[in-house]
């Protein structure tokens, strides 16, 4: 099987391609050639830029039996798409999202039955703008397609949020507030990048998967918040000093924090992978909480001398913690 992933070098992306090569799969790459982390020497590289036209084109001059597309994040990305590999490629994956689901949402369980529908983050419209382009092609006979929505999923960079999982590390390991919304009992579901790509790869060249979406996270499992960033601190060394504050009050501070919180991880939610389950075979994940989050600090502990925190940021937050801190006092 001829695989070509978009991609191929990120946070979920890289866990995919190495498991493709241990199933004997031929796999290329199609990015910039930045990465911290080598692919195995039997990937096969092909260097370029998406926003070059030529060298994205050329793509679609191969035949691919499948496509796996992580790097689409707007509309004109999956038309580009569609026009280079119609007739090109036995099968189009699509990385979505599942945040891509209806907020607020209506159960705690989520099912791929869940409508889309996300009024709180462009980034989540975006992808469900992409999906009915999307299903538009396949219906057409333009492309087969496959969606795969991930939720949180991890391998190199801890929980973010309204910042980055570098910034709260910092923060842990300077002393300073970490924010966590509502009271952090909130429950939420993280995915280990290596336990998603075992499930991943069973979908490719699966005809069962063509016409279909699913998402891929840990089954039926999820964590508190609270629960979350003390795993973080036991990963890094240092206890976090957590500041509940209620998330309609941080998307005061900042209305743009309201894409990631009320699009996405202020709710609790838990995810039924079933469906998947039924294509591509059972599974469980192998790595726990504490498991991810050690694996996530030995790469913070890489590029931790060249962290470099944001003034206005740092101070945004320490604003932030020191008033809602006070309150009540």
């Given at each position: 099987m001829k695989v070509l992933y978009i991609g191929g070098t990120g946070e979920i992306s890289y866990q995919c391609a190495l498991r493709d090569v241990e199933l004997g799969r031929e796999v290329a790459v199609f990015n910039r050639a930045r990465r911290g982390e080598p692919l195995p020497p039997n990937v096969r590289q092909i260097t370029g830029d998406l926003n070059d036209q030529a060298a994205y084109a050329a793509l679609g001059r191969e035949d691919w039996d499948v496509v796996c597309q992580f790097l689409a994040f707007e509309l004109p990305r999956a038309r580009a798409d569609a026009d280079i590999f119609a007739g090109r490629c036995g099968q189009y994956v699509f990385i979505s999202s599942t945040s891509a689901y209806r907020k607020p949402p209506q159960g705690y369980v989520i099912t791929e039955d869940v409508g889309l529908g996300n009024r709180y983050w462009p980034y989540s419209q975006a992808k469900a703008d992409m999906e009915s382009y999307l299903w538009a092609q396949h219906a057409s006979g333009r492309l087969a397609v496959t969606i795969v929505r991930p939720s949180h999923t991890l391998r190199s960079r801890f929980p973010g949020g309204i910042t980055t999982g570098d910034d709260w590390a910092w923060r842990m390991l300077n002393d300073k507030p970490v924010i966590v919304q509502g009271d952090g009992s909130s429950?939420?579901?993280?995915?280990?990048?290596?336990?998603?790509?075992?499930?991943?790869?069973?979908?490719?060249?699966?005809?069962?998967?063509?016409?279909?979406?699913?998402?891929?996270?840990?089954?039926?499992?999820?964590?508190?918040?609270?629960?979350?960033?003390?795993?973080?601190?036991?990963?890094?060394?240092?206890?976090?000093?957590?500041?509940?504050?209620?998330?309609?009050?941080?998307?005061?501070?900042?209305?743009?924090?309201?894409?990631?919180?009320?699009?996405?991880?202020?709710?609790?939610?838990?995810?039924?992978?079933?469906?998947?389950?039924?294509?591509?075979?059972?599974?469980?994940?192998?790595?726990?909480?504490?498991?991810?989050?050690?694996?996530?600090?030995?790469?913070?502990?890489?590029?931790?001398?060249g962290y470099r925190d944001d003034p206005a940021r740092t101070a945004l937050l320490d604003r932030i913690a020191a008033e809602q801190s006070a309150l009540g006092a």
């Open positions: 429950l939420w579901t993280l995915t280990h990048s290596a336990d998603f790509a075992a499930v991943f790869c069973n979908l490719l060249g699966n005809p069962a998967a063509i016409g279909e979406a699913f998402h891929i996270t840990r089954h039926m499992e999820a964590f508190t918040w609270d629960d979350i960033f003390r795993a973080v601190g036991r990963a890094v060394g240092k206890a976090p000093r957590i500041v509940h504050v209620p998330t309609d009050t941080l998307v005061r501070y900042r209305a743009d924090w309201a894409g990631p919180l009320l699009g996405d991880k202020a709710w609790s939610v838990m995810f039924d992978n079933s469906k998947v389950m039924r294509v591509a075979g059972k599974f469980t994940c192998r790595f726990g909480l504490e498991e991810t989050m050690e694996m996530a600090a030995e790469h913070w502990r890489k590029r931790a001398d």
